[in-house]
């Protein structure tokens, strides 16, 4: 098992389901007035146009700003952890957030498979059984004349779509197939791809504040995270003037030093090229992008994510995709990618009006595979722990996971439990560790032994 891997590689599996839609929507194929029916995937022609690229870049200048003020968490005053909204007085979006489209509620189990879908060989057997089973591209299957959906991961979403556009023989599999990014796990790696780029410069010291006994992993659980950023946004409002005042005050040191320096060019005289006050403002404006843009806009991801506006929705999956871009990691370049592909394919499909659009209209809430994470949850729990590594047993036990779903809940007046904490107000004592951090981060890198600026009128 440790010497050749041998047991890990061969329970690599592929977990298979689908969810149950209580829509009535047609998939049948679009046409136009020639009568030549819409692909699903169109040619990357049709797909990298100037116009998408275009819309999306205007659309990432007008995100890219700070909005903290205006960001759903913030006017909605979440503080749900995991995140979602709990305060609203439309009867049809409480209807929404109650009914759980996101859990196990309409998710179905078919099967686990041997094969690694991770693997070119496990992804192309994979892909050949689920065309069997729903026929995309097949004129002898029942749906010939229909789109189909397939739900995956980023990672499962870029294999198959570079193999679908990279080979000629996938054309008819393309006019038929709606391949959706998996929206869920672009929330969840957002916070390591977060930790990754202000781990050392702001958050580990924060960390070990709150937490002085635990280990800090490079990829924290995302409840942990999840709660320890809202803390993070709750505090910031009693110390976002200061932070403010302290950017403006260093800029212009920074600009009067740049105009010193010019002077003293013109002049004759030799100054060293190196302004004291750059490395403590950009510092500062670092944390600033961090408070003002990041952690909203991932917790506003997450939150609309289980809401029912897909207007609202949209606009945070942009920002989010301006968020993965501006990231240095090298996961957050995969996502970037993926979803850069995934808005222009979102631009194709509502500039032609596909039923995938009334759909994602309907409940964009139905494409988060935190339902699968649940469901391989429940599976890792049920079953015995000498029995994991046997293929026959871990099939049975997926296919139980609804049945155990369904068996706690057979009485729909039951009241539900559902494990969740609500954070405290931002006067809560909770704060005070993370508050005093950054007031003491902000105030070290104002202090320089060089500078004539007076402190008292910042602190």
């Known amino acids: 098992m440790f010497s050749n891997r041998d047991l890990f590689k061969n329970c690599l599996w592929t977990a298979h389901a689908?969810?149950?839609?209580?829509?009535?929507?047609?998939?049948?194929?679009?046409?136009?007035?020639?009568?030549?029916?819409?692909?699903?995937?169109?040619?990357?022609?049709?797909?990298?146009?100037?116009?998408?690229?275009?819309?999306?870049?205007?659309?990432?200048?007008?995100?890219?700003?700070?909005?903290?003020?205006?960001?759903?968490?913030?006017?909605?005053?979440?503080?749900?952890?995991?995140?979602?909204?709990?305060?609203?007085?439309?009867?049809?979006e409480q209807a929404h957030l109650a009914s759980s489209y996101d859990g196990l509620k309409h998710f179905v189990p078919v099967d686990i498979y041997s094969d690694n879908i991770t693997a070119v060989e496990g992804l192309i057997k994979i892909f050949s059984l689920l065309q069997t089973m729903e026929g995309f591209g097949t004129r002898e299957h029942r749906r010939w004349g229909q789109y189909s959906l397939l739900h995956v991961d980023m990672k499962i979403f870029w294999q198959l779509l570079r193999a679908l556009y990279c080979y000629p023989a996938f054309a008819r599999i393309r006019h038929d197939l709606f391949l959706i990014f998996g929206f869920w796990h672009a929330y969840h790696y957002a916070y390591v791809a977060l930790w990754d780029e202000f781990r050392v410069t702001f958050l580990a010291k924060a960390f070990w504040l709150l937490y002085p006994s635990n280990t800090l992993m490079r990829r924290p659980k995302n409840t942990q995270s999840s709660t320890f950023f809202t803390w993070l946004r709750l505090a910031y409002p009693s110390f976002r003037e200061k932070l403010v005042a302290s950017i403006a005050t260093l800029k212009s040191a920074v600009s009067e030093w740049q105009l010193a320096f010019l002077r003293a060019r013109r002049e004759g005289k030799k100054i060293e090229n190196k302004n004291q006050h750059l490395p403590s403002y950009v510092h500062l404006l670092n944390l600033y992008h961090l408070l003002e843009f990041c952690i909203p806009c991932i917790q506003d991801y997450g939150s609309a994510l289980k809401s029912n506006n897909w207007v609202s929705f949209y606009t945070c999956f942009k920002r989010m995709l301006l968020f993965y871009i501006s990231c240095s990691s090298k996961g957050a370049a995969d996502y970037a990618r993926s979803m850069f592909m995934f808005d222009h394919l979102l631009r194709y499909w509502i500039r032609l009006g596909l039923p995938i659009v009334e759909l994602f209209k309907w409940n964009h809430t139905i494409f988060s595979e935190e339902s699968g994470e649940i469901a391989l949850s429940v599976l890792s729990h049920s079953q015995p722990p000498t029995k994991r590594s046997e293929l026959k047993n871990a099939q049975d036990y997926w296919i139980l996971t609804r049945q155990r779903y369904l068996s706690v809940r057979q009485g729909q007046d039951l009241p539900r439990h559902k494990k969740h904490r609500v954070a405290g107000t931002p006067s809560s004592s909770y704060y005070s560790p993370i508050m005093t951090h950054l007031l003491f981060t902000l105030y070290s890198l104002l202090f320089t032994h060089d500078s004539k600026m007076q402190f008292s009128r910042l602190f």
Not at 25 to 33: A, G, N, Q, R
Not at 54 to 61: A, C, H, K, P, R
């Open 18 to 92: 689908f969810k149950e839609l209580p829509i009535d929507l047609d998939l049948s194929w679009k046409t136009m007035e020639d009568g030549d029916s819409v692909a699903a995937l169109p040619t990357i022609d049709e797909v990298l146009t100037e116009l998408h690229l275009t819309e999306l870049t205007m659309d990432l200048i007008h995100l890219s700003r700070p909005f903290y003020v205006e960001s759903i968490v913030v006017v909605r005053n979440v503080r749900r952890i995991p995140l979602k909204v709990t305060e609203t007085d439309d009867p049809i």
